[in-house]
């Protein structure tokens, strides 16, 4: 349908009968005789001209009395989730592709406004950053088997190498070179305290937190810090961290000892797409809050892949800042914890009595 930039009536009937999708999201029309109100596309037989009306917005549908029809969900957008799949795996195959949102959303039979709303309702992320992320996948790919790095950058959809390095860098966490040989030439600095759980070492790149975690001790510890970061350089800060990551190491410290929020520190995810999709959703879990695998899968709109989120659980090396403690089997037992199940015991304890407390 030709874009437009107000409907009238009449095009917004012509719509519905024709169960035009391409102008979902851009109104509803609600039903007097039922009290419901649908998309344009909704499959339910159109009423009469006469018992319908028009609303730019659901809230002014709301606000009038009617409630949203449980046949086309007009208010979930994660009704649309295979249309979206299918567009997602459509731009992962054409990431290299100058792909603009008004040609996705004809490809898809939507509205722009209509396609970044529901996209990022379902991925958390827009078309834009999502194809970002895809030509970031296919550089690193490049890089990995041994491809120069302009002829990486140009292979994997940037323009010009200036263009990818205005922020490509920053989001790979390293620069290109340095993520190809595997991190070396990367410095972390690290530090180590005593914590009423044992004891705890954190590590950090310039980007933020790498590596949180507890051990018997230190050398154990750096050990396990080595392996994780096998090619990188590594230094031990004075005054237990320096100054910024001594502020880290602290505002943790009274997070776990005094029951203070979960701090905001910038932190350092590298693994996966599907690992990290499941990290920043472990963020998102309320103190004392915990769920079953099963759900963290749903919640990530992968539901059959229960086991991969239990993996990707249990690869976490952020101890405490990305939550997997969180996480339960589908009949409450404590499952599995990198750090052993007696501190997650104790994790969830406090939490709990906390939650109580307060």
Avoid at 79 to 104: F, G, H, Q, T
């Amino acid at each position: 349908m030709k874009k437009v930039t107000v409907l009238t009536e009449q095009m917004m009937y012509d719509a519905v009968v024709s169960r035009d999708k391409s102008l979902d999201g851009q109104f509803v029309y609600a039903v007097m005789t039922t009290g419901i109100y649908c998309r344009p596309s909704c499959a339910s037989r159109p009423a009469l001209k006469k018992n319908l009306r028009f609303y730019s917005t659901l809230d002014e549908a709301k606000n009038a009395g009617f409630r949203a029809c449980k046949r086309c969900k007009p208010d979930d957008p994660r009704y649309d989730v295979n249309r979206l799949v299918e567009l997602a795996r459509y731009i992962i195959a054409n990431a290299d592709e100058k792909l603009s949102l008004n040609d996705l959303a004809k490809r898809q039979g939507m509205s722009p406004g209509y396609l970044q709303r529901t996209f990022k309702a379902v991925f958390g992320i827009s078309p834009k950053m999502f194809q970002d992320a895809a030509r970031l996948n296919t550089l690193k790919s490049m890089l990995k088997i041994g491809d120069d790095i302009t002829g990486a950058i140009f292979g994997a959809g940037y323009g010009s190498p200036s263009r990818f390095y205005e922020n490509a860098a920053r989001k790979i966490g390293m620069s290109p070179k340095t993520y190809r040989n595997g991190g070396e030439g990367e410095e972390i600095m690290f530090a180590c305290r005593e914590t009423s759980l044992g004891t705890l070492m954190m590590a950090a790149t310039q980007k933020g937190v790498c590596f949180v975690m507890f051990g018997d001790n230190e050398i154990q510890l750096f050990e396990q810090l080595q392996a994780e970061f096998a090619k990188a350089s590594f230094t031990k800060t004075l005054n237990n961290g320096g100054v910024l990551l001594d502020t880290w190491m602290t505002a943790l410290e009274n997070h776990l000892e005094q029951g203070a929020p979960r701090p905001e520190i910038p932190l350092d995810l590298r693994g996966t797409a599907f690992q990290i999709k499941v990290w920043q959703f472990l963020l998102t879990i309320p103190d004392g809050d915990v769920l079953s695998y099963s759900e963290v899968a749903q919640a990530i709109d992968k539901p059959r892949a229960m086991r991969a989120a239990a993996t990707a659980c249990g690869k976490n090396r952020i101890a405490m800042l990305v939550p997997c403690h969180r996480v339960l089997r589908g009949d409450g037992g404590l499952g599995g914890y990198r750090w052993g199940l007696e501190r997650k015991r104790t994790l969830l304890d406090a939490e709990r009595q906390r939650r109580v407390e307060s």
